[in-house]
């Protein structure tokens, strides 16, 4: 029979003594003390807390290990070289479940703890060793005497053959009441502790307006969320560590400007000119990376559309594509450190901070409630949404899907904006019923430009002598294969609509009739 | 996996202090390992301080019921198990002549514990007898300790003598002398160490010299490299023992 090491958190050291009193046939003797740092790391957004996992490293006095803590009774170790930056750095059999969770997103340490490990052996008369006790101390960096609030650890590893002192051990530890054998949360109380929160950031938005509220009262809230956002995707946009930084840089810039566009009237035209040019130009000029950005992501779905035999071909592709990444990026990070962006988000900041008077006549909707406009606007979006989609049909130009997709993005938008303003069990299927349809409306018209720029892409590499025939040839057939994905899409459309087009009563019933 | 029994027809040729340190030396190189201590005077089990002794006794140990995975202790080295001796091991001869097949049978006990372990080495008792046929036949190698005098050479001749007699029946055990307890101040050791070397090709180039500092293993109750300077030359000498035994 094999024993199983043991592990259990203490509130405080006092039961150590009970724990370490020595017998007649056995007594714990010291053997070691080390100190270590312990380092957790996880994405920007907290992928991995949310996911309930931790990853984190320790400096160990001959190697740097890794840990992944997959759950309370399960945790991994590997020996480590370097922090971990994507999850294609972590250890092979760990990717299959954390690659899904983490994505294209880069990790970061979010905390450090200076952990202090005791291990006391065992011993019988021979000074043969029975069983090994750890006892682990934690500490977060820089924070002194708040030693006493994080729970001590206590590992008890038994040796083969030795059950006598495991047993007595177990007979103690009951005794003292440890019997819970789930670690608690350690990271969580740490975070805490250090005044740090989980989920302190999060691609959605997570508002919570009252319906009551003005609609200009409203706006501002919503504008002060989005502004926040590009704020805190700023630093991570610039150095460009990962794709998703600049990814919800862009969607807060989008939102902005949809909150503008589509409910009018909340400000006077005035106020807002400015804000509309200057996110048109932020949208502009964040687009060339991340277009760049989107090729590389899918760089690998590409190579999957081609024959196993061409696949070696597109190599120079992303050779191509990764310097051309580096040098929209480049630029992008000029432009964005830049006195006009700086401008922009004081402009905001002023804007947000001070409520100036305007008269009614050039901002009608401002002291309405925001209720009824996300009402009449919502219940407007949808009807132009269903009637424009309800004609399309197979003889359509690609301009009119292209076109539809716009109005769902609009759509969205607003829901997205003013969910909080109604019951979450209805307006989430909802959601998820148009995504859907912006999913596929988003893929036809992804597939189609994609397979334009790739060619351009082709000629461009063709140019700077930078493709042989077989990487044209290869970038020529992935071409097809997309427009080949795209009326793929395109015939899955009807489908698609219909699923959104089954919830118009609901639309109905929730927006239109609240404000008759 | 690999089943190594360090085993000569002499006695005090150094055995045991060469299972020892070889196990010590695959557990730390991360192999997960277990050493088998045979030897009824249990030396290899005082080694690792673990009390020579099996409940049940040789019968217990024989049982093709009971597994001897139960019997197994944890050294205080990670990867190194240690399955102890027992007094009674020494009549194991009688036991094993009682069986069905009494030459055959600790290849078949042994045979779950070849799943748990990468390395497991033997330290058997000095003799010829049923249990070193049984040894024979379980083992893929004969390490055999040989001490440079010319009465060594004799036994191993005669070990030689016995395996080719048996050949078919044995199936394809190496013998794999090595010197052990050399001498290189003694001209004799020197010479036997050149002359034999050319006599049989499957002798390790590596050897053990005669060194205090693996008597004190006695002592110190543990590995010489648990206590020894990682330069000194008998912890040296046991390294080169093993990376050689590793290689082929
Ligand atoms: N290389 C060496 N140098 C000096 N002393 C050694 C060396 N190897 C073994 N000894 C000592 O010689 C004695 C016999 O060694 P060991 O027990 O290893 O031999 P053995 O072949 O196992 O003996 P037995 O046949 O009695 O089991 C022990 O006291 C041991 O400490
Ligand atoms: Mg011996």
Redesign the pocket.
């Given at each position: 029979m094999k024993l199983a090491s043991l592990h259990y958190q203490l509130a405080d050291d006092k039961a150590l003594e009970i724990l370490l009193e020595n017998s007649d046939a056995f007594w714990f003797e010291q053997a070691s003390e080390s100190v270590h740092q312990r380092r957790y790391y996880d994405s920007f957004d907290w992928r991995l807390y949310q996911a309930k996992q931790a990853v984190y490293s320790e400096d160990k006095v001959a190697e740097t290990r890794l840990y992944w803590q997959q759950n309370p009774a399960a945790t991994h170790s590997a020996s480590s070289q370097i922090p971990p930056v994507f999850a294609e750095d972590l250890p092979h059999d760990w990717q299959s479940a954390l690659k899904p969770i983490l994505a294209m997103r880069s990790l970061e340490e979010k905390l450090s703890l200076d952990v202090r490990v005791l291990q006391y052996n065992c011993l019988n008369r021979y000074d043969k060793t029975m069983l090994r006790l750890y006892i682990t101390y934690y500490q977060i960096e820089g924070e002194i005497s708040l030693e006493d609030n994080l729970p001590i650890s206590l590992d008890i590893e038994p040796i083969r053959g030795y059950h006598k002192p495991y047993e007595l051990m177990q007979a103690r530890v009951e005794e003292l009441g440890l019997d819970t054998q789930k670690p608690k949360n350690l990271l969580k109380r740490c975070l805490k502790l250090a005044g740090l929160k989980a989920n302190d950031y999060s691609a959605k938005l997570r508002l919570d307006l009252t319906p009551e509220l003005n609609t200009d009262s409203a706006c501002r809230v919503i504008l002060g969320h989005l502004a926040n956002s590009l704020n805190r995707n700023y630093a991570g946009t610039c150095a460009g560590i990962d794709s998703e930084y600049l990814h919800d840089f862009r969607v807060a810039g989008r939102r902005s400007r949809a909150l503008l566009s589509q409910v009018k009237g909340a400000f006077a035209p005035e106020q807002m000119g400015f804000l509309k040019t200057e996110l048109a130009w932020l949208s502009q000029t964040t687009s060339p990376t991340r277009d760049a950005d989107v090729y590389l992501l899918k760089f690998e779905t590409y190579r999957e559309r081609l024959p196993e035999a061409m696949q070696a071909d597109l190599e120079p592709f992303k050779q191509f594509l990764t310097q051309h990444q580096q040098i929209c990026h480049a630029m992008l990070k000029n432009e964005l450190e830049g006195k006009r962006y700086q401008a922009l988000m004081q402009d905001w900041q002023d804007f947000l901070d001070k409520e100036t008077v305007i008269s009614s006549d050039d901002a009608p909707n401002a002291k309405i409630d925001i209720l009824t406009v996300a009402n009449r606007r919502i219940w407007k979006a949808a009807q132009r949404l269903l009637k424009t989609g309800k004609v399309i049909d197979d003889d359509s130009p690609a301009e009119a899907l292209h076109d539809l997709r716009k109005l769902a993005k609009k759509l969205r938008y607003l829901l997205e904006f003013f969910q909080s303003l109604y019951d979450k069990t209805e307006i989430k299927p909802l959601i998820k019923n148009l995504k859907i349809l912006q999913d596929n409306l988003g893929d036809f018209q992804d597939f189609e430009v994609q397979a334009e720029q790739i060619q351009a892409f082709a000629e461009q590499m063709q140019n700077q002598y930078r493709a042989n025939s077989a990487t044209l040839m290869a970038m020529g057939a992935l071409s097809a294969t997309l427009l080949d994905g795209q009326a793929q899409k395109r015939s899955e459309f009807a489908a698609c609509f219909q699923i959104f087009s089954a919830d118009k009563a609901l639309y109905k019933q929730l927006f239109k009739e609240e404000s008759a | 996996m690999s089943i190594y029994a360090?085993y000569?027809i002499?006695?005090?040729?150094?055995?045991?202090?060469?299972?020892?340190n070889l196990a010590y030396l695959s557990a730390l190189n991360g192999y997960s390992t277990l050493l088998w201590d045979l030897?009824p005077?249990g030396?290899s089990s005082y080694y690792f301080r673990v009390k020579p002794k099996i409940k049940g006794g040789r019968e217990r140990v024989l049982s093709k019921k009971k597994p001897l995975d139960d019997l197994i202790k944890g050294s205080d080295f990670p990867n190194l198990d240690l399955l102890p001796a027992d007094f009674s091991y020494r009549h194991l001869d009688v036991s094993l002549n009682e069986k069905r097949h009494p030459t055959r049978l600790l290849k078949k006990i042994m045979r779950p514990l070849t799943e748990e372990y990468e390395h497991i080495f033997l330290?058997?008792?000095?003799s010829i007898s049923i249990l070193s046929e049984n040894i024979f036949r379980a083992a893929d190698a004969l390490l055999v300790?040989v001490i440079p005098t010319t009465l060594s050479l004799r036994t191993l001749k005669q070990l030689n003598d016995f395996c080719d007699d048996e050949g078919e029946s044995l199936g394809q055990i190496r013998i794999r002398p090595f010197f052990?307890?050399?001498d290189q101040r003694r001209q004799l050791h020197k010479q036997i160490l050149l002359g034999l070397r050319s006599q049989y090709p499957d002798i390790f180039a590596a050897f053990?010299?005669?060194?205090?500092?693996?008597?004190?293993?006695?002592i110190q109750r543990a590995p010489v490299m648990d206590y020894a300077d990682a330069d000194s030359p008998?912890v040296q000498?046991y390294q080169r023992l093993w990376q050689e035994l590793l290689s082929n």
């Open positions: - | 360090l000569s002499k006695g005090g040729v150094g055995k045991t202090a060469s299972a020892v030897d005077q030396a330290d058997c008792p000095p300790p052990s307890m050399v053990v010299p005669y060194a205090a500092e693996i008597e004190r293993m006695g008998s000498a």
